[in-house]
Nanobody, 113 residues
């Protein structure tokens, strides 16, 4: 059974940093592209960042230069480092094995003073 478990969300002040993790089990993520998505109330889920099996990364324009996606295949884990956070980054962040139906349960990130 495939499971993706996100952790590390929370409340942070504008301008602050936060790192979220996605630990996978039941699947070896090393051969898959992985993605971080986010969804805020009333909006569609959007792709924030992705990383290929070879380590190439891609980012939404709204987070480019502020967010960094990385992976540790030995730990079967994907990370999203978020810097210079803004209130508009407030959302539930989801991990996904790209091009599959495997999703995590999400972790809430709230940026507020």
């Amino acid at each position: 059974q495939v499971q993706l478990v996100e952790s590390g969300g929370g409340l942070v002040q504008p301008g602050g940093s936060l790192s979220v993790s996605c630990a996978a089990s039941g699947i070896r993520i090393s051969i898959y592209a992985m993605g971080w998505y986010r969804q805020s109330p009333g909006k569609q889920r959007e792709l924030v960042a992705s990383i290929t099996s070879g380590g190439s990364t891609n980012y939404a324009d709204s987070v480019k230069g502020r967010f960094t996606i990385s992976r540790d295949n030995a730990k079967n884990t994907v990370y999203l480092q978020m810097n210079s956070l803004e209130p508009k980054d407030t959302a539930v962040y989801y991990c996904n094995v790209r091009y599959t139906g495997f999703w995590g349960q999400g972790t809430q990130v709230t940026v507020s003073s």
